[in-house]
């Protein structure tokens, strides 16, 4: 075919034909971009053809659960074979679709509570999965060779031209919503209402072909809530080991949080141990993070000067609102978050990376993969990578940098500490000679083992035994024998090599509690700055309020 | 103090009160949001503060020129100090600012043009660098620890509530402004025209400030426009290899290109000597890339799927618009850029970056630095390192995995190909012993030296004589001789141990033209798809046109 009659503009002109096949299907109950929700199931029959590639938002917080439920709810004759894209599976009907034959095909991100189902629908041969990826890998692919035919958005509220406001969760909107609307696809959201005015436009209605109101809100999983009363001695005594042995020890302004309690119990520290240190105004100051309701006392405190956020948490928009200088606002005053940015932000302008894992190797690789579950990744690898596209320098990432040693060309290195238990839940090791994973990608056909986090990002494994520092381990049996040398009573740590182990902890490769000065008499829960809920909502001056299932007073 | 009587909001305070002041100095002549031209120099001394943390935007090619010079114009008795946050120096004034005092500290990423003069007022103590990033690691820090406290953009039109459209530029506008504007920072931008409707709002009028019609259009720099006419025969040959020994070896479908003659030439040899290969929907499909002219004979072949672009190109604003199934067009039709989704989507999604470089060392680390300039790095620290946050497989990526042979764990590997003529302009050796970069560091005072991209990410290294598979590579020695192997007649390249480098092309570590089935006589210019700026303007049916200084017949 010659240039000259080639068609250049299918994606424009089957864009035009669905939206007038939604105009004839809605009639008079189209006002505009505005439909009733009884009409929900007709438009997306008129907008959606087999085989589309369908972009459902799924977020690690925020669900576009009334369009997932409408889309589960569909006629498969009519739409079959989607290819869905999802940041997240976190509801039973964004597994629906697949065993309702509306969908076939997916790739995503985290699937959280409903990784086993997911197995068992992949082995069934309901779901044929294309990759499982990073946040950030996944949205960067909707602008190569995954782009959204449609999308299905969840938004705090439209307007009646259909300028949407996201408001404080608004996590992966952007990005889904660009990838779409500039790749001619059809963008529709979901709202909790229409109003007349709109606290702030977050996205332009130019962007948005449909809204509809749902008859519930949208869902919203408060994610990253702990209860301070649930954590334990010896998380408090890891969490003594991080402040002393690495916070401090690299001056970390600039970080990001895993989630879970072995963080939470950090960062209820800080405004207690770590200020009895001496390290306010030295350490944290700088955080991408979602607002960790823990973290509360430690913003009272005076240690936190800022906060950038993927999503929000639920109960925390007015204390978020209260606390402006910290928190990124809009000019309207409410919260603003961006997943695409903070993590773009966690990845280049974080010196460290510490979060909690189950399953740790003789290199260091950690995987939250376990054999009949297909969770998948969300955030962590990109956030425990180290950023080699980083250029700027600090003096955390120089030591780090110095430490591992590059031979030739002086490079620095993130920060990426592991931390766990050494045994976790049901007395399972954490620490194995061969991950799970392996299992997994062998009985799911996965072309790699699924890795969390490869060893050789991973510069600190810390347990309730010790801090092992890779970076100062000269070779893969140093390597190997520093991981056993924390690895305490499990099989792992039982076969360390007990004067190598010992070798390792005079040159500093190893540190425990001891070693760092650390008294462990001192780590009782009496040094948690919050031991209960409500001692955050006291925190808070009364302003964070807990989802109902947190109120156990 | 304690929390009760601690100030919370002092950015919004701050916010309202420079507003309050800016209404106050403009009196009536502020119609909402809008202001007058000459009133601009009024408006940035209310606003402007000693010490504010300033983003000028300066991209890879939108200039916000207006606003630019009209902060170099201020007094600097009022305004002093200002710590300048800019992707990109461009232009004589972003460098006015500091010569004339008015700030004196800055952040940024690329200085081009204006590297020798930044290098003599850093030399003078006229500027204190913070430190030199790739764009998205400046991005991340303006939501971690360098938000701005007043940002100075540049958009295609503002309609008369202060919706902007971005247009085809669009660029870093969108990470600008959010990074402000949800800081309780300040956004004015500069705008080509005042209309009543505009074709799309790409920015909402909440999230800015102030607009001021510019009394000219901003400044475009069409930066990645090349006259075929200027490719050497040398370059064919380059190309050629770079195709049938990296392209179709690796099966890349997702990539991007750099900058120069050398990926130009690629570029017009894919509708000829690839497609003669039959590679024709094998290789290249999806592309991070601004809409280079050079593509244009194979975007008519149907060589190409999608391009998303970090910028638009001067003169390709009609023929994206008409090849809309190619390139990323809003509802309205026109083009859309995104600086920030276009390096994630390069980053984590593209199984290639290839590009150009000035000097290599026998490590392969390789750097644009010279002394006496400091240019900086743009983009390519971000495409050129290896995505260790990715976890998506393609066959290219599992290949270069296997090839680079990670102990213990697989893992993917991004190809990273660092295309140089051995001997550059002025017959200066490419590849060296010590890269300048180190040099410059010392005298510039850097914490490191300045490298572009580091050997342990490159896989390739292509030159007229070959290419050096550094993934194959067992230790540094081999590397090191892999290198020399390629180096041709430099110094680097007469000192190879001949045997080694015999035996390492035997293992097809090193590749020349021959063994790779290449007849060196078909290298000539006749094999370019398009050999003039007009060939590239009939490939396109008309509907590229050329910037003026491009037009020669």
Redesign the interface.
């Known amino acids: ?1 010659t ?2 009659n ?7 002109t089957d864009r035009r034909e669905r939206l007038a096949q939604a105009a004839q299907a809605l009639g008079t109950d189209l006002a505009g971009k505005l439909l009733p929700s009884s009409r929900i199931a007709d438009l997306l029959h008129a907008v959606l053809r087999p085989g589309d590639r369908v972009c459902l938002e799924g977020n690690n917080q925020k669900q576009a659960d009334f369009l997932g439920m409408a889309l589960a709810g569909l006629d498969p004759q009519r739409v079959h074979d989607l290819h869905m894209l999802q940041s997240v599976l976190a509801l039973p009907e964004h597994l629906d679709v697949f065993d309702r034959g509306i969908a076939s095909k997916l ?1 995503f991100s985290f699937s959280g509570p409903q990784a086993a189902r997911l197995a068992r629908l992949v082995s069934a041969g309901k779901i044929q999965i ?5 946040y ?2 996944l ?7 995954l ?1 959204p035919r449609v999308s299905l958005i969840a938004a705090q509220a439209a307007d009646r031209h259909g ?1 949407l406001y996201t408001g404080p969760n608004t996590e992966d909107t952007p ?1 889904i919503v ?2 779409t ?4 696809g059809i963008v529709i959201a979901q709202v909790n209402e229409i109003v007349d005015e709109l606290p ?3 996205i ?4 948005v072909d449909f809204a509809v109101r749902s008859p519930r809100p949208h869902y919203i999983e408060p994610l990253f809530t702990r209860d301070p009363a649930l954590i334990s001695e010896i998380q408090v005594l890891m969490a003594m080991m991080a402040i002393k042995g690495i916070y401090a020890e690299y001056e970390i ?2 970080l990001n949080h895993g989630i879970g309690f072995d963080t939470a119990a950090i960062e209820l520290l800080l405004p207690t141990y770590a200020e009895s240190l001496g390290l306010k105004g030295r350490i944290a ?4 993070l979602n607002p960790h309701p823990a973290l509360i006392p430690a913003i ?1 405190a ?1 240690f936190v000067e ?1 906060i ?1 956020s993927f999503g929000s948490e639920l109960g925390m928009e007015r204390y978020v609102e ?5 928190f ?6 409410t919260m ?1 978050s ?1 997943r ?3 993590q ?7 010196d460290m990376f510490i979060g909690s894992t189950l399953q740790i ?1 003789l ?1 260091g ?1 950690s995987s939250t993969a376990t054999l009949g579950r297909i969770s998948g ?1 969300g955030g962590a ?13 600090s003096p955390a990432w ?1 030591k780090a940098g110095r430490e591992a040693g ?7 290195r993130k920060l990426v500490v592991q931390m766990v238990e050494t045994f976790r839940e049901h007395m399972e090791p954490a620490f194995v000679e061969r991950l799970d994973a392996w299992r997994l990608a062998e009985t799911s056909g996965m ?5 969390m986090i ?4 991973v510069s600190h494994i810390l347990t309730e035994e010790g801090i092992a520092n890779l970076l100062l381990c000269r070779n ?1 049996e140093e390597r190997e024998q520093a991981i056993r040398g924390v690895a305490g009573y499990t099989a792992v740590g039982l076969a360390r090599d007990k004067r190598m182990v010992e070798n390792l902890r005079d040159r500093g490769v190893i540190r425990r509690a001891e070693d760092l000065g650390i008294d462990k008499r001192l780590a009782t829960r009496d040094l948690l700055a919050a031991r209960t809920m409500k001692d955050l909502v006291r925190a808070s ?1 009364g302003l964070y309020e807990p989802p109902r299932r947190f109120r156990n007073w």
Chains 1, 2 share one sequence.
Request: charge should be negative.
């Open positions: 075919m240039a000259a080639r068609v250049w503009n299918r994606l424009q790739d294309g990759a499982i990826h990073t950030l890998e949205f960067g692919r909707y602008f190569i060779d782009p300028n990005a660009e990838a609307a500039f790749r001619s702030r436009v977050d332009p209605a130019d962007w302004e600039r100051r700088h955080w991408a009272e005076g800022s950038h209260a606390r402006s200088d910290v990124y606002v809009g000019p309207d005053g603003r961006n695409a940015f903070c773009a932000a966690g990845h280049y302008a974080c190797d290199q690789n990744f690898p990109n956030m425990g990578a180290d950023a080699r596209g980083r250029r700027h320098a120089l590059n031979a030739g060309m002086p490079r620095g072309a790699l083992p699924p890795v490869y060893g050789d990002d893969e001056g």
